[in-house]
T-cell receptor, first 111, second 114 residues
Framework: GENVEQHPSTLSVQEGDSAVIKCTYSDSASNYFPWYKQELGKRPQLIIDIRSNVGEKKDQRIAVTLNKTAKHFSLHITETQPEDSAVYFCAAGGTASKLTFGTGTRLQVTL | GAGVSQSPSNKVTEKGKDVELRCDPISGHTALYWYRQSLGQGLEFLIYFQGNSAPDKSGLPSDRFSAERTGGSVSTLTIQRTQQEDSAVYLC????????????FGSGTRLTVV
């Protein structure tokens, strides 16, 4: 089955700096890669996703890149703000019945 | 409904008791998923429903865990003879298609086994 690894497990950045979270996946047949944000005590919420026919996707301060050859994808957050502090999960799916999630990255944006 | 609804939001049970967790998906969503999230951990897949059938039960950790879905809508996850290691947040998600596209999560049930 699919295996998703995510790094780093924790990330601390100063407000205004950029943050990058990286994930690798094992199943070359996976073709859908969403990112979820989970604030403390809340449900995970989809913030951006990318499909394998696209190499990069951007939505305001958030961007995701995908390298299918290397089987890795990354989340980039620019101009970080305190409200970006949360746990971020990457996931892979699209061919199997379900999403396989990474172990999460706790992002802390300090003033 | 407007979102995925889970009940109860919190459940404290004694070790050895059975518990039932309920998920009411978004109306019309045919795919329904159960995940488990232990404190500070990632999202562990438990089971997937397409309609009323469960083509993938590979994540259920033991035969104490079972789930059903009726009418292509509400799903119930049952844990028998609960153990302390079952303590976690149980999250349900639904989607209008297979493959994990467009997951919407519920708020979860926090289960504490004492």
């Amino acid at each position: 089955g699919e295996n998703v690894e995510q790094h780093p497990s924790t990330l601390s950045v100063q407000e205004g700096d950029s943050a990058v979270i990286k994930c690798t996946y094992s199943d070359s047949a996976s073709n859908y890669f969403p990112w979820y944000k989970q604030e403390l005590g809340k449900r995970p919420q989809l913030i951006i996703d990318i499909r394998s026919n696209v190499g990069e996707k951007k939505d305001q301060r958030i961007a995701v890149t995908l390298n299918k050859t290397a089987k890795h994808f990354s989340l980039h957050i620019t101009e970080t703000q305190p409200e970006d502090s949360a746990v971020y999960f990457c996931a892979a799916g699209g061919t199997a019945s379900k999403l396989t999630f990474g172990t999460g990255t706790r992002l802390q944006v300090t003033l | 409904g407007a979102g995925v609804s889970q009940s109860p939001s919190n459940k404290v049970t004694e070790k050895g008791k059975d518990v039932e967790l309920r998920c009411d998906p978004i109306s019309g969503h045919t795919a329904l998923y159960w995940y488990r999230q232990s404190l500070g951990q990632g999202l562990e897949f438990l089971i997937y429903f397409q309609g009323n059938s469960a083509p993938d039960k590979s994540g259920l950790p033991s035969d104490r865990f079972s789930a059903e879905r009726t009418g292509g809508s509400v799903s119930t996850l049952t844990i028998q003879r609960t153990q302390q290691e079952d303590s976690a947040v149980y999250l349900c998600a639904s989607s209008s298609s297979q493959g994990g596209y467009g997951y919407t999560f519920g708020s979860g049930t926090r289960l504490t086994v004492v």
